[in-house]
């Protein structure tokens, strides 16, 4: 400790008798040279580097002759600058604190973190790393500099310096990855060895790359640092280095691969044979890095951080990766390259041959109609989670006519929700990526049918795939243009007797009947069609294509599998789906709609699909709803469906006449709530039940005045607002009527009495007792009290046990009726209650009901005594003319029964303790979470800064982040800090242990900001 400060006094005198600069210093890690970043009183940084005794002057002057070449070139580049000494010279010769000389000089410090410590990895982040690097490179261009030449363990153009130490790594299949990496590199030496060399960072690793962005906030690169392993050399290796640090532990290595190399292009672009070595230079840089960390442990056997920090790469490294010509096609993709060689002559080749290639069926398809299977045209299978057979053979019926005689073409990019086997899923959850956009032309037509070779070709494969939901029997060809290139084609669903009559390597000629469309019991259980594909490459899929691709993989895909719909002698504008433009929707609603119609998230979602706890967006990913309350027992459940339709097959009419279904549904309502309450009116909304609840209050009492929790929200009209603290003292809000008394909410977390004080309901209870005394002293009188029972808005808050029966008893008291708003937490969400007054032990004289019991359907429902309901009577009439309409009826009574015959009050309370424990474990373990609080599935997370307060930065940061993780959830509270936690019932184990899994490694990213 003692020698380390001494250092740093030496190093600070240093700076300040050589440079005029006086700064506090701080020693960073540094493999050989002593670096310390220099913060001076007014705020000036600067970074002083002390090269290793012995270091040729050469290295510390190519890196000063770079970097001012750097800063003429490019000034926007972000690198540092020389600060020159006070006589002048850039680089001075000083003895350390030891006595031995070093070479000093000294740099300005640049802001940000490392990258290695910035979380998260986006993919915008590191399209700016590539994009910085690429400035470098085509900067440093026509630099020169005689130690650009040296020859050092780091240039790439002579790893192969390791092959003859491989035998230092002891574990014999790793000897063997790191051989087979070494073989590769070898071969393509020659392709290397002819590239263009110039001056090269070399060493863009994820320590040298500097960024900034708290939060929310962009990431942004600040800084490319470090000039030490500059060499001469092709740039491609430049691009090596950098990409081997940003697929480490990435969870998507080949999307970062892509995005660092659409980074670097856009600004100096790659060939084709560049991006070709891209991959084995990669590896090879990381074969170069433990093999050098082994042969170091070696030397230093105590020093166990050698081998540590080589985990990553051996991770990696051993890791199944996609087949390597996949990889430089997804580049070759990125780039907007041709995707493999030729691609550009096949497709002139099918476009200018349009017309003339033999009719797949035997007769001209123009004009056959085409049929959408899309995530938002069409509602196959009703389970996106499930294609039972049975649905399989008849999806698309709509389109085939009477008996499935007529023939129909399905989309090429279409993205649908049909592919439900495991196989299409990328990821651990239902909510994981998914693939749905299909590569191909669909002709559904009769099982039979035969199929005519568009054109002359050879038999690839032919095979029959039986499993269920494959291609049963599915043929390959290889074709040629005129001038050689080979392209592909793949049929499936076909009759498996193909397999008997065909075998690899068959010629077929062109127009030659060669195959026939199977039935559903022998093309994998669909219904009769061929799935029409086109590759221009079968390299790395050989005979298992995709026939669907993630939406986020679509560059790849679509090049390499483009639409078919030349070689059917068809528009390809006619068979390419066109899903609708999210930014369109976006531009419209902005266009059409109030600014202060909100919008989730900085990149807004577009929902098309749904089903239970999930949603699907029009490319058909999926999301788990953990926000949606509304969809109480899922979204698209087929008993709401059904009830719906039937009564709409009936009739739809309002309760000026008499219908069962009402009568029911006030029975099925009253069957959960306490004797006391017999009378209910249905309305649209909790907003006109509130409304309502204000009216009969004032009715039975003769008084106005009202008292109510702070921050609470009853709905959007003008009454209900006056009662909404939420909305009328938010900003540009209509602020508070004489007639509203606000108390404290009973917030045993930040309010006045905290939990540890055995008399907080009681103490919160007290404070309406000046609410009403002012009420009465107003003349408003008091009608009533209102609170929704546990406070949701205010931030999803649980008051202490007690506390609303001591407040109905002083309401009581003085004349007024006590208001349960049960729209958030009643009908079973609770888990151990069906409603939060129970749990109270209250007994409200109006209990108001929304959103849940609808189920989407607009339903409110107020609940009420009969003497409180005559007092009303006594006025004029009461009607709502969509208010218990009969569908709304039948449609709230089957959301009650499915509550009962689903058991979804008791999974409510089982997933809710699930949910509950694991983010007290995660309390526990993330400073950021001040309090877990909940019931059931109403479950509110305070997030808090070191100190405390309200970090709605670090929610805002959350919500967005669980987003780009696929769940929603929202967040609340006066100050937006409270991530709120609130699905349908239906939720399982399996959503629990997403959202705990995603909110602790999103958590854990803020440690790194
Ligand atoms: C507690 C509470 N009461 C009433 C309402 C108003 O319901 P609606 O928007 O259906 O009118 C809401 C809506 O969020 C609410 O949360």
């Known amino acids: 400790m003692t020698a380390i400060r001494l250092a740093e006094d030496h190093w600070a005198a240093v700076l300040h008798d050589h440079w005029g600069i006086r700064a506090e210093l701080s020693r960073l890690d540094g493999e050989y040279d002593l670096n310390y970043r220099a913060l001076t009183p007014d705020g000036q940084g600067y970074i002083l580097k002390a090269m290793r005794p012995g270091c040729v002057s050469e290295l510390v002057d190519m890196q000063i002759a770079a970097l001012a070449h750097l800063q003429n070139t490019d000034p926007g580049l972000p690198v540092p600058r020389t600060v020159a000494a006070s006589n002048g010279e850039l680089c001075l010769s000083l003895q350390d604190d030891t006595g031995e000389d070093r070479l000093v000089w000294v740099q300005t410090l640049l802001p940000g973190r490392c990258y290695a410590k910035s979380a998260p990895k986006s993919a915008e982040l590191i399209r700016e790393i590539g994009a910085t690097l690429a400035g470098t490179t085509r900067a440093l261009k026509d630099f020169v500099h005689p130690s650009l030449e040296r020859r050092f363990k780091w240039d790439l153009m002579t790893a192969d310096w390791i092959t003859d130490d491989i035998t230092c790594i002891a574990d014999d299949s790793r000897q063997q990855v790191i051989a087979e990496i070494c073989a590769d590199f070898s071969s393509l030496k020659s392709q290397l060895d002819a590239q263009p060399r110039q001056a090269i960072h070399n060493d863009a690793n994820d320590y040298n790359i500097l960024v900034t962005g708290e939060l929310s906030e962009p990431r942004v690169v600040s800084g490319l640092i470090d000039l030490g392993d500059m060499c001469a050399a092709p740039r491609i290796c430049d691009l090596a ?134 995530v938002e045209e069409s509602t196959w299978p009703q389970n996106p989670f499930d294609m039972p057979l049975a649905e399989a053979a008849e999806v698309g019926h709509e389109f085939s006519g009477a008996n499935g005689a007529n023939w129909w073409l399905g989309y090429y990019r279409e993205p649908r929700l049909i592919y439900t086997a495991p196989a299409f899923r990328k990821g651990e959850y239902l909510a994981s990526d998914r693939r749905t956009v299909h590569l191909a032309v669909d002709v559904f037509a009769p099982a039979g049918q035969s199929l005519h070779a568009p054109l002359a070709g050879e038999v690839q494969v032919v095979e029959d795939r039986a499993n269920h939901l494959d291609y049963g029997g599915v043929v390959i060809l290889k074709h040629h243009t005129d001038s050689g290139d080979a392209f592909y084609t793949l049929y499936g669903h076909l009759d498996p007797e193909c397999c008997t009559r065909l075998s690899v390597g068959d010629k077929i000629a062109k127009g030659a009947p060669f195959c026939q469309l199977g039935t559903a019991d022998q093309n994998g259980g669909w219904a009769p069609h061929v799935h029409f594909q086109l590759a221009l490459s079968t390299e790395g899929i050989e005979a298992d294509w995709p026939g669907v691709a993630d939406p986020d993989d679509l560059a790849l895909w679509t ?383 305070e997030l808090i800064r070191t100190d405390g307060s309200e970090a709605s930065e670090i929610c805002a940061y959350v919500k967005n982040r669980m987003r780009d993780h696929r769940i929603l959830i929202g967040s609340e509270g006066p100050k937006d800090n409270i991530l709120k936690i609130r699905p349908p019932l239906t939720i399982d184990a399996e959503g629990i242990e997403m959202i705990l899994k995603t909110l602790d490694s999103i958590l854990s990213e803020l440690s790194d900001s």
Request: hydrophobic share 40%.
């Open 241 to 374: 280095i950098a990409a081997a640090y940003v697929v480490l532990d990435h969870p998507q290595p080949q999307r970062a691969l892509a995005a660092l190399v659409s980074g670097y292009h856009a600004v100096t672009p790659l060939t084709e044979e560049e991006l070709g070595l891209l991959w084995p230079l990669l590896r090879m840089r990381l074969a170069v890095s433990v093999v050098n960390s082994t042969l170091e442990a070696k030397e230093n056997p105590d020093d166990h951080y050698v081998t540590i920090s080589q985990e990553p790469a051996w991770r990696f490294l051993g890791q199944p990766s996609e087949h390597p010509a996949l990889i430089t096609a997804r580049l070759r993709a990125t780039c907007g390259l041709t995707v493999v060689d030729g691609a550009d002559r096949v497709l002139a080749y099918l476009e200018t041959h349009s017309g003339d290639f033999f009719p797949l069926m035997g007769r001209d398809l123009t004009g056959f109609p085409m049929g959408s299977l899309s």
């Open 559 to 941: 090049a390499l599998c483009p639409n078919p719909a030349p070689l059917l002698n068809l528009s390809a504008a006619q068979v390419s789906y066109q899903p609708t433009d999210k930014s369109t929707v976006l531009a419209g609603r902005r266009a059409h709609f109030g600014g202060n119609l909100s919008l989730t998230y900085r990149d807004p979602v577009m929902l098309l699909r749904g089903w239970k706890h999930h949603l699907f967006d029009e490319w058909g990913r999926p999301y788990l709803d953990a926000y949606n309350n509304v969809p109480h027992v899922g979204h698209a459940h087929p008993r709401i469906q059904a009830a719906a339709a039937d009564q709409l097959k009936r009739m739809n009419s309002n309760t000026r006449y008499l219908h069962p279904a009402q009568t029911a549904f006030a029975e099925k309502i009253l069957s959960k709530m306490p004797d006391h309450l017999e009378v209910c009116f249905f309305v649209n909304s909790g907003t006109e039940a509130n409304e309502l609840a204000l009216r009969l209050a004032r009715a039975h009492t003769g008084a106005k005045g009202m008292v109510t929790p702070d921050h609470g929200y009853h709905g959007n009209t003008t009454g209900a607002i006056d009662i909404s603290a939420y909305k009328f003292n938010a900003k540009g809000g209509v602020g508070p009527s004489g007639w509203v008394e606000l108390v404290e909410v009973a917030d045993d977390y930040r309010g006045t009495y905290g939990r540890d004080d055995p008399q907080c309901a009681q103490k919160y209870a007290d404070l309406v007792d000046p609410a009403i005394a002012k009420l009465q002293a107003s003349g408003h009188g008091v009608a009533g009290f209102i609170a929704e029972t546990f406070p949701s808005v205010g931030g999803q808050i649980i008051p202490p046990k007690g506390y609303l029966p001591a407040v109905y008893e002083k309401i009581r008291a003085a004349g007024g009726i006590c208001i349960a708003d049960e729209v958030q937490t009643g009908l079973g969400r609770l888990g151990d209650y069906y409603f939060g007054f129970e749990h109270q032990g209250a007994a409200p004289d109006i209990v108001v009901l929304g959103k849940p019991i609808g189920n989407g359907h607009p339903l409110g429902v107020l609940v009420t005594t009969r003497a409180i309901a005559d007092s009303f009577a006594q006025g004029p009439e009461f009607f709502s003319t969509f208010g218990g309409s009969t569908l709304s009826c039948r449609i709230g009574t089957e959301v009650l029964n499915i509550v009962d015959d689903e058991g979804l009050q008791e999974n409510a309370r089982q997933r809710g303790a699930d949910l509950l424990n694991g983010l007290r474990d995660l309390q526990s373990r993330h400073q950021a979470i001040g309090d877990v609080r909940g019931m059931g599935l109403f479950i509110g997370v």
